[in-house]
């Protein structure tokens, strides 16, 4: 099936350095969710976005859900270093078929 | 809310044995929940879909004889790799959606289950 595309791939980044990252899709899209993957765990819900333009935040992370439907954002503030991980978007589409993103690894220097 | 368990977290296993990973629901109905497998540092591969009380959905590619998946109750599903071989060595994580907690779609993951396959 469709597989998000998802950018960066990777990042290294300084901590207390900003991050973004966005995903695109070929299809309109009714939800879009952040996760986020420890090594060795299970993806966790960080942010869910259910209509476009919404603009919601969790703590330093902030996503938005793209005006066209078919992308969206996730920002986060003043990096720490258990912000390592890899985050993955996913979403829904109008036929409710839930998609993944590739995931972009995050690797934060103290 | 929305709490979602696997075990076992981690099993070995000879070539040729059989191996159940257990997904449970433990705050919410789960009226469906996915299986995936990922590969290190690769994104989640879906492998099949499935709604309690009927055969899954298998994705293209995942051999449903291999890989049985059974959705008993609400909130338990199963995932059994029948004679399993060294290829079969992943990261096995389950999703379930379901209720109030995924009004919306949300799916909600395990913790994962390591297989390594000798």
């Known amino acids: 099936g469709q597989q998000l595309n998802q950018s960066p791939q990777s990042m290294f980044i300084q901590e207390g350095e900003d991050v973004s990252m966005n995903c695109t899709s070929s299809s309109i899209f009714n939800t879009w969710l952040w996760y986020k993957q420890d090594p060795g765990e299970g993806p966790v819900l960080l942010i869910a976005?259910?209509?476009?333009?919404e603009l919601t935040s969790n703590g330093r992370l902030t996503a938005q859900f793209g005006i066209t439907r078919k992308d969206s954002f996730l920002n986060i503030s003043a990096s720490i270093p258990s912000d390592v991980g890899i985050y993955f978007c996913a979403g829904r589409d109008t036929g409710n078929q839930f998609y993944f993103g590739t995931g972009t690894s995050l690797t934060v220097i103290p | 809310g929305a709490v979602v368990s696997q075990h076992p977290s981690r099993v070995i296993c000879k070539s040729g044995t059989s191996v159940k990973i257990e997904c449970r629901s433990l705050d919410f109905q789960a009226t469906t929940m996915f299986w995936y497998r990922q590969f290190p540092k690769k994104s989640l591969m879906l492998m099949a879909t499935?709604?309690?009380?009927?055969?899954?959905?298998?994705e293209q590619g995942v051999e449903k004889d291999k890989f049985l998946i059974n959705h008993a109750s609400l909130t338990l599903s199963t995932l059994t790799v029948t004679s399993a071989h060294p290829e079969d060595s992943s990261f096995y994580i389950c999703?379930?959606?379901?209720?109030?907690?995924?009004?919306?779609?949300?799916?909600?993951f395990g913790p994962g289950t390591r297989l390594t396959v000798l």
């Open positions: 976005l259910y209509k476009a333009g």
């Open positions: 499935s709604n309690e009380g009927s055969k899954a959905t298998y």
């Open positions: 999703s379930a959606r379901g209720g109030r907690a995924s009004g919306r779609g949300e799916q909600f």
